[in-house]
């Protein structure tokens, strides 16, 4: 497209501006195909479509392709379990029941089951991941099946490891228990520099009398980064605690 400007000359315009960008159609990609077995239920499908540029639509049939099969009877198996904890509370049970395979009846069996199941008892490194994990985001009645710990041992933990609900999972829900953070001060912020890059996000919010996800976020806002080193370690611990829970699911 050409134009003519004020002084005669002509010029390109740029029409990526005039024109907005079209959500994408057609086939599906299979790295598309793997975010929404990986992410639908656990995200919203608004969240999902914008990620993807696709329809809410288009993500929601594209669901019901990727979960479809023959119906899952008879017992349930350890990945299925694991897999049922995942989606509690963040979807609903029409969600879970496509996903899984399974009647909400055999669902809410299962649930029952989970309740009978919550005891107290040692703490794993796999126990801690999925509770810094779920924390913001789930309810403690939920976590409770999840982890199948009784409320008050979560919270408890929870206080400990500085973990607090997500802001915008408590403004969605109405959660209660929100603890409201002071304003950083120069002095934090230089701190909060200095120990970043080579220290344990929970050993830096109990020094700093934070949240575990007001460090993590301030320091996505500064630009701060984990040194080599310690993303070395981090790196290990994780593929440690995701051998071991391979090893429990498979035996």
């Known amino acids: ?30 790295t598309e195909i793997e975010r929404i077995k990986r992410l639908y239920g656990i995200r919203t499908d608004g969240v999902i479509a914008r990620q993807l540029n696709r329809s809410v639509e288009s993500v929601r049939r594209m669901a019901k392709r990727v979960f479809s099969g023959d119906a899952r009877i008879g017992p349930w198996s350890a990945k ?22 399974r009647t909400p009846a055999e669902i809410q ?3 029952k089951e989970l309740e009978g199941l919550v005891k107290s ?3 794993t490194p796999e126990d801690f991941q999925d509770l810094k994990r779920l924390y913001g985001t789930r309810f403690n009645s939920d976590l409770v099946l999840i ?27 109405g959660a209660t228990g929100a603890v409201k953070m002071p304003r950083w001060s120069p002095e934090t912020v230089k701190n909060l520099k200095a120990l970043y890059p080579e220290a344990d996000n929970l050993e830096i919010a109990k020094t700093l009398g934070r949240s575990v996800k007001s460090v993590v ?5 500064l630009g701060l980064k984990k040194s080599p080193k310690r993303l070395e370690e981090m790196g290990r611990e994780n593929v440690r605690i995701r051998y071991d829970r391979q090893a429990e699911a498979q035996g």
């Open 217 to 221: 976020s301030k320091a996505h806002d």
């Open 109 to 111: 069996r299962k649930v």
């Open 121 to 123: 008892r040692e703490w």
């Open 1 to 30: 497209m050409i134009r003519h400007t004020r002084n005669g000359m002509n010029k390109t315009a740029d029409t990526s501006r005039q024109k907005p960008i079209g959500r994408r159609k057609g086939p599906w990609a299979q």
């Open 147 to 173: 982890l199948g710990r009784p409320e008050a041992e979560i919270v408890s933990k929870a206080t400990t490891l500085c973990l607090s609900k997500d802001k915008a999972f408590q403004r969605r829900s």
């Open 80 to 101: 299925e379990v694991q897999a049922l904890k995942n989606y509690l509370g963040a979807a609903s049970m029409e969600t879970v029941s496509m996903i899984l395979r």
